[in-house]
């Protein structure tokens, strides 16, 4: 699987929404682009994943540029409670081994 | 969602013994399932793929008589840290998939290991 570039922290207000990019230049047709999450001393957690179109839950919307060589992860309205560690995979098999690269870091302040 | 159980959440040790980590699908059976190895200040480094019914499959570098695998049933697999070191110390995930329709794993909480 090819591999993602992500800043290796950033900050973010309260209730402010927190962009959070992803360059994958050499991402394949058959690559989704998926994100999980961190928080200190816990399991990830699933975010959001996509193939093509932008997307959109609960939880995040993720923009995918036309050429798919970077990504988006925007987190609407950000608490304190998504301080984690944000990580940006790419996987032509969800059900399969995931890398994991260093993510970014992302402190929400109030 | 589905959820992923470890057993034990934190275990200590003496040096030389041995520490068997539990990782179960609660609602949702998984032929394949993942153990990964975190270090402080560190990401996530896949250390085998476990598959039920079958040996397990490690990622170079990884010892497996020393990290022994067993996946006997679509909703348990156990991490057997054998003879542990102190520098085996570490936080140990697991992750699964459904065997079905669904697009994504689950994570366990993790297991921090100390080995004195």
């Known amino acids: 699987d090819a591999k993602t570039t992500q800043p290796p922290s950033m900050d973010c207000a309260e209730g402010r929404a927190a962009n959070l990019p992803c360059n994958h230049s050499t991402i394949s047709g058959n690559e989704y682009v998926y994100w999980y999450r961190q928080i200190h001393s816990q399991g990830p957690q699933y975010i959001i994943h996509g193939l093509k179109n932008n997307e959109t839950n609960e939880m995040a919307s993720l923009i995918i540029t036309e050429d798919r060589k970077s990504s988006t992860l925007i987190l609407p309205h950000a608490t304190l409670r998504d301080t984690a560690v944000y990580y940006c995979i790419l996987t032509t098999d969800s059900w399969g081994k995931l890398q994991f690269g260093a993510g970014t870091q992302v402190v929400v302040t109030p | 969602g589905a959820v992923v159980s470890q057993h034990p959440s934190r275990v200590i040790c003496k040096s030389g013994t041995s520490v068997k980590i539990e990782c179960r699908s609660l609602?949702?059976?998984?032929?394949?399932m993942f153990w990964y190895r975190q270090f402080p200040k560190q990401s996530l480094m896949l250390m085998a793929t476990s598959n039920e019914g079958s040996k397990a499959t490690y990622e170079q570098g990884v010892e497996k008589d020393k990290f022994l695998i067993n996946h006997a049933s679509l909703t348990l697999s156990t991490l057997t840290v054998t003879s542990a070191h102190p520098e085996d110390s570490s936080f140990y995930i697991c992750s699964a998939g459904r065997t079905s329709g669904q697009e994504t794993q689950y994570f366990g909480p993790g297991t921090r290991l100390l080995v004195l």
């Open positions: 609602d949702f059976q998984a032929t394949t």
